[in-house]
C-alpha cells in the first residue's frame, strides 16, 4: 500500500520541482537582468482592431531606447485617425503609447497627425515598443528585449497587421560601443525581420536615426555605424540626425520638452518624405494593414 501510495505522490513531487525550476530560470532570466516593463494602456479603453477601417492604414513599428519611447515632457492626443496597438488591442493614439516605457509623451502620436496631414495615409496605427536605457545588443536575437520585439511581430500578425515603416532611434546607451560591435548588433536585429514575418521591401521600408548625443557631444564613430547600416537596395533608408537638435528643446539635455516634440516628428517628417519622393513608397505601405 505504501508502494503504491509513493508511485501516486512520485510524478507530483517531479512536476512541482521542475515547475520551482522553471518559475526559478524564468524570474533569473527576466527580472534579475532589470529588464523594464512597458507601459500598458488603459485596457478599459482598448478595442476590438477589427473596427479599424484598413484602407490606406499605415502602420509604423518605433524600436528604440527612450527617444522612442514615452519619455517625451508633454503627452499629445492626435485626432482621431491614429491609432496604437499592443498586445493584439488597440487605443487611440493618444500618448502615452502602450508597449513603449514611459508616461510622457512621444515623437510618433504628433508623426502620425503629419503623415495624414501630408495625404501619406488616411490612417496610422503606431506599434510603439521602445525601452527606456536599452542597448542595440539587447535588441539583437538572444538580447533581453528581443523578446518585446518577437511579441510584437507575434501579435501583429494575428491581428492581420504588418508594418509599412520600421524606425530606428536608439544609440546614446552606447556610445562607449565599438562602431563595427555596434553595426553587427543592428544588423542581426534586421536580418531577424524576414523571420518575424516583416521582410524589408517595396511595402515595407526601414528608416535608421542618427542618434548618439544624450548631454554631451555626438560621438562621430557611432553616428557612422548608424549610417553604414543604411543600404537602400536592401530598403534600409537613412532617417533624421536627431544629434543636430539642440539642449534647448529638452528638459534634461537628453529627452525632449513640447518644442523638442514637435521639430523630432518634423525631422521624422522630413525623412519620410524624402523616401518617398525618391522611391513612391507610401502608397504600397499604406496598404499592408488590410490582410485582415
Not at 507530483?12 to 523594464?36: K, M, R
Not at 478595442?47 to 499629445?76: H, K, M
Amino acid at each position: 500500500m505504501a508502494l503504491d501510495k509513493w508511485n501516486y505522490l512520485a510524478p507530483s513531487a517531479a512536476v512541482l520541482i521542475l515547475g520551482g525550476l522553471l518559475a526559478g530560470v524564468f524570474y533569473q532570466q527576466n527580472f534579475d537582468q532589470g529588464i523594464t516593463f512597458p507601459y500598458l494602456g488603459n485596457q478599459d479603453a482598448s478595442f476590438d482592431c477589427g473596427t479599424i477601417d484598413r484602407e490606406r492604414l499605415l502602420v509604423v513599428l518605433a524600436v528604440g531606447q527612450s527617444i522612442a519611447s514615452n519619455f517625451g515632457d508633454t503627452p499629445y492626443k492626435p485626432g482621431n485617425s491614429i491609432f496604437s496597438f499592443y498586445n493584439g488591442r488597440c487605443f487611440t493614439g493618444a500618448d502615452p503609447l502602450p508597449g513603449a516605457d514611459g508616461t510622457g509623451g512621444s515623437i510618433w502620436s504628433r508623426l502620425g497627425d503629419k503623415l495624414v496631414a501630408k495625404g501619406y495615409a488616411k490612417s496610422v496605427l503606431l506599434v510603439a515598443i521602445g525601452a527606456g536605457g536599452s542597448s542595440v545588443s539587447e535588441w539583437a536575437p538572444e538580447g533581453k528585449y528581443h523578446p518585446r520585439l518577437l511579441d510584437a511581430a507575434s501579435s501583429m500578425k494575428s491581428a492581420g497587421f504588418k508594418p509599412g515603416l520600421i524606425v530606428w532611434q536608439q544609440g546614446s546607451r552606447d556610445v562607449d560601443m565599438d562602431a563595427d560591435e555596434y553595426g553587427t548588433h543592428l544588423h542581426h536585429l534586421i536580418y531577424t525581420l524576414p523571420f518575424l514575418g516583416m521582410p524589408l521591401g517595396q511595402s515595407t521600408r526601414m528608416l535608421i536615426a542618427t542618434h548618439t548625443r544624450c548631454g554631451g557631444p555626438p560621438v562621430l564613430t557611432l553616428q557612422a555605424a548608424q549610417q553604414g547600416v543604411v543600404d537602400p537596395t536592401k530598403y534600409i533608408f537613412a532617417g533624421p540626425n536627431m544629434d543636430t537638435l539642440p539642449d534647448e528643446l529638452k528638459y534634461d539635455k537628453c529627452h525632449y520638452n513640447e518644442a523638442g516634440l514637435k521639430v523630432a516628428s518634423d525631422f521624422w517628417l522630413r525623412s519620410i518624405t524624402r523616401v518617398e519622393t525618391e522611391n513612391s513608397w507610401l502608397p504600397l505601405a499604406a496598404n499592408v494593414g488590410t490582410t485582415r
